[in-house]
């Protein structure tokens, strides 16, 4: 499992709407326009990404780093992007996110009151979710 600090998740449907984001305490919160802008940017700037690479079969970006964060990125086979902000330098976050895919897969889209491609208000999810961001913080922070 991961090691670090997750400050915030995004989960992108394929057309680039933003169907669900969590906030873990990040010093810059954001309110909904800011989610919702992030969200279409992140999915413009890894369709660009896929398109403008040199080399044949670039799936797109998986991970950006920036100076105080990194933004690490798993997209499904469908098309859906998880993306997560953490601390700078973590580790095993591709890991993390196919954890965050599985609950995905195991707990929205087998829910028969789930409507493809809408936003995401699964309490099941929710709280399994919170659940693995939790380990991951107590394994780094002792807390």
């Not at 098309?79 to 895919?101: D, R, S």
């Not at 889209?109 to 208000?121: T, V």
């Amino acid at each position: 499992m991961a090691l670090a600090a997750i400050y915030s998740l995004f989960i992108i449907n394929k057309s680039g709407g933003l169907i669900y984001y969590k906030d873990y305490g990040s010093a810059g919160r954001m309110d909904t326009n800011d989610s919702l802008r992030l969200a279409s940017l992140w999915h413009s700037m890894h369709a660009i990404s896929q398109q403008l690479s040199p080399v044949p079969g670039c799936t797109g970006i998986d991970l950006l780093q920036a100076h105080n964060f990194d933004l690490h990125c798993f997209q499904s086979l469908t098309g859906t992007k998880f993306f997560v902000v953490c601390e700078t330098g973590a580790q095993n976050m591709e890991a993390l996110l196919k954890v965050i895919y599985e609950l995905y897969t195991d707990l929205v889209l087998k829910n028969p009151f789930y409507e493809m491609e809408m936003p995401i208000r699964c309490e099941l999810f929710d709280l399994n979710l919170t659940q693995v961001i939790q380990k991951d913080r107590v394994a780094l922070l002792g807390r």
